[in-house]
């Protein structure tokens, strides 16, 4: 079992920077591979970042890569997601989830274990 909690959300002005965190709970961390997902009002939920559970496979959605680091420290239980250069179509709640396995990927259904997600608010 994997209990996930985010936190760092909040309301930033385009063009800012925030730092998601997403702690776990149990010992099962270093053998769970890690996604960021998000969702908007009326949209489905949509993939933004994957690290592997050794951090050596990171992926990223087309619309966040070279804006958004995924990173991990199993010695801490943390997932970490480093967003710059906001865009207000980056307002969303954001979900921390886990797989475990080696490689969650893109998928929202291979994950097995969800956070409760943290708002960011980006303004004009």
């Known amino acids: 079992q994997v209990q996930l909690v985010e936190s760092g959300g909040g309301l930033v002005q385009a063009g800012g920077s925030l730092r998601l965190s997403c702690a776990a709970s149990?010992?099962?961390?270093?053998?769970?591979?890690m996604g960021w997902f998000r969702q908007a009002p009326g949209k489905e939920r949509e993939f933004v970042a994957a690290?592997?559970?050794?951090?050596?496979?990171?992926d990223y959605a087309d619309s966040v890569k070279g804006r958004f680091t995924i990173s991990r420290d199993n010695a801490k239980n943390t997932v970490f997601l480093q967003m710059n250069s906001l865009r207000p179509e980056d307002t969303a709640l954001y979900y921390c989830?886990?797989?475990?396995?080696?490689?969650?990927?893109?998928?929202?259904?291979?994950?097995?274990?969800w956070g409760q997600g943290t708002q960011v608010t980006v303004s004009l």
């Open positions: 989830a886990a797989e475990l396995g080696v490689y969650g990927g893109r998928f929202v259904s291979r994950y097995d274990y």
């Open positions: 690290i592997s559970r050794s951090g050596g496979v990171i």
């Open positions: 149990g010992r099962t961390f270093s053998n769970a591979a």
